[in-house]
T-cell receptor, first 112, second 111 residues
Framework: DTEVTQTPKHLVMGMTNKKSLKCEQH?????MYWYKQKAKKPPELMFV???????INESVPSRFSPECPNSSLLNLHLHALQPEDSALYLC???????????FGPGTRLTVL | GQQVMQIPQYQHVQEGEDFTTYCNSS?????IQWYKQRPGGHPVFLIQ?????EVKKQKRLTFQFGEAKKNSSLHITATQTTDVGTYFC???????????FGRGTSLIVHP
């Protein structure tokens, strides 16, 4: 069971498409993260939101655009992606035990 | 920047054998967390260690944090097929509030 949900579970998109990934949490956590994970690799940090403000952008290309509409929601807008962007995109929150991150189930993205 | 090295990358064991994965940091850590990711799944938090020399147990899993707070280990006694997955450590140093993940150890248990 997870208190962090992500939609969609799977997404296939072309390089000219615009799509969005959504993450929702009801844990009351004030830090929210986007990670990218390639097969057989650890999660790679993309963005961190703290109290709904973007606090860290790990030099992510502008074709990825994060948004935090409120304390429960986190979006990742995708535009003009490349096939190498195919990966598992994980949302995580932190707030209870310091530094402990609770991951959502992820969106498995394929870019054709 | 902070680096967290984790070995081995893969470990094959027969069911019932023990398993250990090790993490080493280039800097002193404030804390270290361990996560498990099942095949096709997402990382799930297992435990956090904070104190120098700390040892914590969860059933067949034993977690240790080194005296210098630069290394940690996860030991599983008598592995079961349900232990299959990739185990990640993630450590945070005082200069950052974002943990750095190790590369993970994939455990394969043969029945």
């Amino acid at each position: 069971d997870t208190e962090v949900t992500q939609t969609p579970k799977h997404l296939v998109m072309g390089m000219t498409n615009k799509k969005s990934l959504k993450c929702e949490q009801h844990m009351g956590h004030r830090a929210m993260y986007w990670y990218k994970q390639k097969a057989k690799k650890p999660p790679e940090l993309m963005f961190v939101y703290s109290y709904e403000k973007l606090s860290i952008n790990e030099s992510v290309p502008s074709r990825f655009s994060p948004e935090c509409p409120n304390s429960s929601l986190l979006n990742l807008h995708l535009h003009a992606l490349q096939p190498e962007d195919s990966a598992l995109y994980l949302c995580a929150t932190a707030g209870g035990i310091p530094d402990t991150q609770y991951f959502g189930p992820g969106t498995r993205l394929t870019v054709l | 920047g902070q680096q967290v090295m984790q070995i081995p990358q893969y470990q094959h064991v027969q069911e019932g054998e023990d398993f250990t994965t090790y993490c080493n940091s280039s800097t002193t850590l404030s804390n270290i967390q361990w996560y498990k990711q099942r095949p096709g799944g997402h990382p799930v938090f297992l435990i956090q260690l904070v104190k120098s020399g700390e040892v914590k147990k969860q059933k067949r899993l034993t977690f240790q944090f080194g005296e210098a707070k630069k290394n940690s280990s996860l030991h599983i006694t008598a592995t079961q097929t349900t232990d299959v997955g990739t185990y990640f450590c993630a450590g945070r140093s005082g200069g950052s509030y974002i943990p750095t993940f190790g590369r993970g150890t994939s455990l394969i248990v043969h029945p």
